[in-house]
């Protein structure tokens, strides 16, 4: 399904480098109409049936002109205006990528709950990342992962969950919206959740796709687990993933379950110590308990990754029913990017659905 989206603009020469950019880099997701006249562009909004229209602000737009389901913004010349004439602006000086999230979010807005697609992408793998070990270095392994399959050329997501954790610490990308915007989209049931999470996902320089953490931590706080489960379905069945790595506090509780359900893979980490060994064991027999309701079992689903190992004595031994993705040394003296880069190339990852 393309996008309908019409631009009134007073400079011609900017308008047919605005439209031959985005029809070079989104010709499969936009239909473009183009005009200098008010008249002929208001005339075209019904006829066409426009979805976007976007309007120079040296144009008063008459919103009553407008058809029901067209969303509508002013094109400005800084970012930091938020609103013109009343309406909603958008900076005309950006890069086309930030462009096109922000006319998918107006899209988002008027499109409506129905999905815009009819595709459920039975081949995207979901990876929860936890552990009821502290301290064991869960979500810079997390973030490895996602960052290992993007480098193998996988389209791959970041998905943080953790009630005071965030993507920025491992990654960094342009975009205006965040996590919280996200949680908005899911908690409001306004739009199109799809569309919404399109404009509103980042990419890092190396190819991974995530959200930009929440402006607060009670945004994520708010997220119940029925608003979690949707979003993550929304995520799969969007069909834009190979791998989804969700990295998220633990959680045993019989309300949280139902989140584990679409799981390839539960994955643990442990520093290979006596406590964190006892916390593992005792976990999973909580969990071979709570989960044998779910096909196939969660326990069956357990992975488990030994982080921070020093030398052949730094690894436990293995545990009765989990199975072990293998270990990984400790990196000393690093900035977590760069341990997280260092991470990347380990060879566990490829091991977690082995």
Same mark, same amino acid.
């Given at each position: 399904?393309?996008?309908?989206?019409?631009? !009134?603009?007073?400079? @011609?020469?900017?308008?047919?480098?605005? +439209? =031959?950019? /985005?029809? %070079?880099?989104?010709?499969?997701?936009? $239909?473009?109409?183009?005009?200098?006249?008010?008249?002929?562009?208001?005339?075209?909004?019904?006829?066409?049936?426009?979805?976007?229209?976007?309007?120079?602000?040296?144009?008063?737009?008459?919103?009553?002109?407008?058809?029901?389901?067209?969303?509508?913004?002013?094109?400005?010349?800084?970012?930091?205006?938020?609103?013109?004439?009343?309406?909603?602006?958008?900076?005309?000086?950006?890069?086309?990528?930030?462009?096109?999230?922000?006319?998918?979010?107006?899209?988002?807005?008027?499109?409506?709950?129905?999905?815009?697609?009819?595709?459920?992408?039975?081949?995207?793998?979901? !990876?929860?990342?936890? @552990?009821?070990?502290?301290?064991?270095? +869960? =979500?810079? /392994?997390? %973030?490895?992962?996602?960052?290992?399959? $993007?480098?193998?050329?996988?389209?791959?997501?970041?998905?943080?969950?953790?009630?005071?954790?965030?993507?920025?610490?491992?990654?960094?990308?342009?975009?205006?919206?965040?996590?919280?915007?996200?949680?908005?989209?899911?908690?409001?049931?306004?739009?199109?959740?799809?569309?919404?999470?399109?404009?509103?996902?980042?990419?890092?320089?190396?190819?991974?796709?995530?959200?930009?953490?929440?402006?607060?931590?009670?945004?994520?706080?708010?997220?119940?687990?029925?608003?979690?489960?949707?979003?993550?379905?929304?995520?799969?069945?969007?069909?834009?993933?190979?791998?989804?790595?969700?990295?998220?506090?633990?959680?045993?509780?019989?309300?949280?379950?139902?989140?584990?359900?679409?799981?390839?893979?539960?994955?643990?980490?442990?520093?290979?110590?006596?406590?964190?060994?006892?916390?593992?064991?005792?976990?999973?027999?909580?969990?071979?308990?709570?989960?044998?309701?779910?096909?196939?079992?969660?326990?069956?689903?357990?992975?488990?990754?030994?982080?921070?190992?020093?030398?052949?004595?730094?690894?436990?031994?293995?545990?009765?029913?989990?199975?072990?993705?293998?270990?990984?040394?400790?990196?000393?003296?690093?900035?977590?990017?760069?341990?997280?880069?260092?991470?990347?190339?380990?060879?566990?990852?490829?091991?977690?659905?082995?």
């Amino acid at each position: 399904m393309k996008v309908k989206l019409a631009i !009134l603009h007073s400079d @011609s020469a900017y308008l047919n480098r605005l +439209t =031959s950019v /985005l029809e %070079a880099n989104y010709k499969e997701k936009l $239909a473009l109409y183009s005009f200098t006249d008010a008249a002929l562009a208001l005339s075209a909004l019904g006829k066409e049936k426009v979805d976007v229209f976007l309007a120079d602000d040296s144009f008063e737009i008459d919103l009553q002109q407008l058809p029901a389901k067209c969303a509508f913004a002013y094109f400005v010349d800084s970012p930091e205006i938020d609103t013109c004439n009343g309406s909603r602006a958008i900076c005309r000086f950006q890069r086309t990528e930030l462009l096109y999230k922000q006319i998918l979010g107006l899209f988002s807005d008027v499109v409506g709950r129905e999905s815009v697609r009819n595709i459920y992408s039975s081949g995207t793998k979901l !990876l929860i990342f936890s @552990s009821p070990c502290g301290g064991t270095g +869960t =979500s810079t /392994l997390a %973030a490895a992962c996602a960052l290992h399959f $993007a480098t193998a050329g996988k389209r791959s997501l970041y998905l943080n969950f953790e009630r005071f954790g965030g993507a920025d610490a491992y990654f960094g990308g342009e975009g205006h919206a965040d996590m919280s915007d996200v949680i908005y989209a899911v908690k409001s049931g306004r739009g199109n959740l799809a569309v919404k999470l399109e404009s509103c996902v980042r990419q890092d320089s190396r190819g991974v796709s995530y959200f930009s953490s929440a402006k607060a931590a009670l945004d994520v706080m708010e997220l119940t687990v029925s608003e979690k489960v949707r979003l993550v379905s929304e995520l799969i069945s969007s069909g834009s993933y190979d791998y989804i790595v969700i990295d998220m506090d633990f959680d045993l509780s019989q309300s949280a379950l139902p989140l584990f359900q679409p799981a390839h893979a539960l994955v643990w980490i442990s520093d290979g110590v006596g406590v964190s060994n006892g916390k593992i064991m005792r976990a999973y027999e909580a969990l071979c308990v709570q989960g044998n309701g779910f096909s196939p079992a969660l326990a069956d689903r357990v992975c488990l990754i030994q982080n921070k190992c020093v030398g052949a004595e730094g690894a436990m031994g293995e545990i009765p029913g989990i199975r072990s993705a293998g270990t990984i040394a400790k990196i000393r003296h690093r900035m977590e990017e760069q341990i997280t880069a260092s991470l990347a190339g380990s060879e566990v990852f490829d091991k977690i659905l082995a």
